[in-house]
C-alpha cells in the first residue's frame, strides 16, 4: 500500500506542541482515516462527511489548534469555587443580552408609547412579565458577581504582574455595567424611573467645568425630552453591550494567555510532590 | 517587582500550571454548574418579585420620591454625608471619580511581589473599611423611606400647599420639622425665615443641582407650595 501524502497545513500549525485532550485511553486510539476515492460507497462517505467538513475548516480558520490550545490548557492546582465567578458574571451578561433582545421585539423607545409597550410586555405577551423581571434581576445578580469577583481578584492578589492590564480592563468592565444599570433604569418609563434619573442627570451636571455640557449630552439637550428616551434607548441597547462585548473577548484572552492565577498560599513545593503523579 | 521578582514569579507559576489540571472538563464543570445556580437564581428572583411597573411617568407631576436603582444608593448617599452646596459636586463628582481612579490605577501602584492577603495589611484593611462604608451608604439609601406625610400643623389656608408639599417627593430629600430624610437637601423647616417667597419660587424652577426643576408643575399647585414654604418659620 502506497503511503498517504502528507496533508496539506497551510497555516503551519505544529500540532505536537499544543496541549493535549483529556482522554480515558480507551478513546485514545486514532481515529480512522476519511475513505476517498471513486470506489466509495454511499454509506462510507456518510461515515467520513463530519470528519471531512470539520477538516475543511480546519484547513482553513486553523480553528482546532485555538480550541486546543484554549480548552485543554492546564489551571494551576488549586483552582476553586471563587475561580468560577468571573464565567458567572459572563453568563449572567448573555442572559440579560438574550432576554433582552426579547424584549427589544416589543420595546417603543417612545416618550408616549414607551410605557403603554411594556404595560403590554407585562400584562398580554406570553411569559412577557417573566422576561422582563428575568432582565430586571438579572442586572442585580451581575453587578453582585461583578463586585464578588473582584473582590476574589483582590484578595487573591491576582491584579499584579503580570496581569496588571487585565485588571484595568475589569474595572472599564465594571463602569460599563454601571452604565448599563443606569441607561436601562430610565427605559420603562414610569413615574419611579423618570425622576430618579432626572435626578441622575442633575448630578452629573454638577461637576466643574464638563458638568453641563455631559449633562446637556446626557438629556439630548437643555430639556428632559423626546430625544432623552430614545438616546439612553441607543447606549442601552447598542453601543454599550458592543463595547462590553469587546471587553470581554479582550479579558478573555488575556486569561487564556497569561492563565489564571494560582491561589496566594499554593507554592511550586506544594506542587512538587503531586508532579510525579502526573 | 523587579525583574528577578518577576521571573521568580513566572517560573513558579508556570511549575504549578504544570502540575494542574485540564481548563476542560475540569474548570469548564464547575462554570458550568456555577452558571445553572445563576440561571436558577435569576429565574426565581423573576417569578418571586416579578417586574411591576409603577404609575407612568409624568413630567408635571413630582408626586415620586426619585429613587435610583439599588446598586447605586451608595453614590446617592454620599450626597447626604457631605452637604454645604458649594461641596456638591465633590459629593456628586470628586469622590465617585477619584475612588474609580485609584480602582484603575491599583496595579501600578500597589506593586509588592506579595499576594497572600494575610501578609499585605494595608491592602485588606483599605478593602474591608471600603466595604464597611458601601455597605453602610446602601443600607442608608435602602432605609431612607419615602415619606409622605408632614406632621405640622399649619392654617387651613396652608392646608393645600402642605398636601402639594408632601406629595411632590420633597421629603425624600428635605426635613420639615419632624418628617422626611435630612440631606441632600437643606432643612426646611425654617426655610421662610431664610428665604423670601420670590426667591423660593425662583429656586423651584432654577434649583441647585442635583434637585429637579418644578417648572412644569401647574401654576396654582406652585402658588399653594410656596404660600406653604413662605410661613415656615
Not at chain 1, 485532550?21 to 482515516?33: E, S, V, Y
Not at chain 1, 463595547?243 to 512538587?272: E, N
Not at chain 2, 454548574?33 to 445563576?38: G, K, N, R, S, T
Amino acid at each position: 500500500m502506497p503511503s498517504k501524502p502528507k496533508l496539506p497545513n497551510p497555516l503551519n500549525i505544529k500540532t505536537s506542541k499544543l496541549p493535549k485532550p483529556p482522554l480515558p485511553p480507551a478513546l485514545k486510539r486514532t481515529p480512522k482515516p476519511v475513505e476517498t476515492g471513486d470506489d466509495v460507497t454511499l454509506g462510507q462517505a456518510a461515515a467520513g462527511g463530519g470528519t471531512s467538513v470539520v477538516a475543511w475548516i480546519d484547513e482553513r480558520t486553523a480553528g482546532s489548534g485555538f480550541l486546543r490550545g484554549f480548552m485543554f490548557r492546564k489551571v494551576p492546582k488549586g483552582t476553586n469555587w471563587w475561580y468560577t465567578l468571573g464565567s458567572a458574571t459572563m453568563f449572567a451578561f448573555v442572559s440579560q443580552a438574550v432576554t433582552g433582545i426579547f424584549l427589544a421585539m416589543f420595546y417603543d423607545p417612545n416618550p408616549t408609547q414607551a410605557y403603554e409597550s411594556m404595560r403590554h410586555v407585562n400584562n398580554e405577551v406570553f411569559l412577557g412579565e417573566f422576561v422582563h423581571g428575568m432582565h430586571k434581576w438579572g442586572a442585580t445578580v451581575m453587578t453582585v458577581l461583578l463586585f464578588v469577583h473582584m473582590a476574589r481578584t483582590f484578595v487573591f492578589g491576582a491584579y499584579k504582574y503580570p496581569r496588571e492590564l487585565n485588571w484595568v480592563v475589569g474595572v472599564i468592565l465594571l463602569m460599563m455595567t454601571m452604565v448599563m444599570g443606569f441607561t436601562g433604569y430610565l427605559l420603562p418609563f414610569d413615574q419611579r424611573s423618570f425622576w430618579a434619573t432626572v435626578v441622575g442627570v442633575n448630578l452629573n451636571g454638577t461637576g466643574p467645568i464638563v458638568g453641563p455640557y455631559l449633562a446637556d449630552f446626557l438629556r439630548g439637550g437643555s430639556e428632559f425630552g423626546a430625544t432623552t428616551l430614545s438616546r439612553f434607548y441607543a447606549v442601552h441597547m447598542m453601543l454599550v453591550p458592543g463595547i462590553i462585548g469587546a471587553l470581554i473577548g479582550a479579558h478573555l484572552y488575556l486569561v487564556a494567555k497569561l492563565g489564571t492565577s494560582a491561589p496566594p498560599w499554593m507554592k511550586p513545593k506544594d506542587v512538587a510532590g503531586d508532579e510525579k503523579q502526573i | 517587582m523587579d525583574a528577578r521578582q518577576k521571573e521568580k514569579y513566572l517560573r513558579e507559576y508556570s511549575a504549578m500550571k504544570a502540575a494542574g489540571k485540564p481548563f476542560f472538563p475540569y474548570a469548564v464543570g464547575k462554570d458550568g454548574l456555577m452558571a445553572c445556580i445563576v440561571m436558577i437564581v435569576i429565574i426565581l428572583m423573576s417569578l418571586f418579585l416579578g417586574a411591576e411597573l409603577g404609575p407612568k411617568a409624568d413630567p408635571t407631576t413630582t408626586s415620586y420620591v426619585p429613587r435610583p436603582e439599588w446598586y447605586f444608593f451608595f453614590l446617592f448617599e454620599v450626597l447626604r454625608v457631605i452637604k454645604p452646596p458649594d461641596l456638591v459636586f465633590v459629593a456628586t463628582l470628586g469622590i465617585p471619580n477619584i475612588a474609580l481612579g485609584l480602582l484603575v490605577l491599583l496595579p501600578f501602584y500597589d506593586r509588592g511581589p506579595e499576594r497572600r492577603p494575610e501578609r499585605r495589611p494595608v491592602a485588606m484593611i483599605a478593602m474591608l473599611l471600603t466595604i464597611v462604608a458601601m455597605t453602610y451608604l446602601t443600607l442608608l439609601g435602602a432605609f431612607a423611606g419615602s415619606p409622605i406625610t408632614i406632621d405640622e400643623e399649619v392654617p387651613a389656608k396652608y392646608q393645600y400647599g402642605k398636601e402639594v408639599a408632601a406629595n411632590s417627593g420633597c421629603l425624600g430629600c428635605h426635613k420639615f420639622g419632624e418628617n422626611g430624610n435630612d440631606g441632600p437637601g437643606p432643612n426646611l423647616s425654617e426655610i421662610g425665615a431664610r428665604l423670601p417667597k420670590q426667591a423660593i419660587e425662583r429656586t423651584l424652577d432654577n434649583p441647585t443641582p442635583p434637585m429637579p426643576s418644578f417648572k412644569s408643575m401647574p401654576p396654582e399647585q406652585k402658588k399653594a407650595l410656596v404660600e406653604f414654604l413662605g410661613q415656615l418659620r
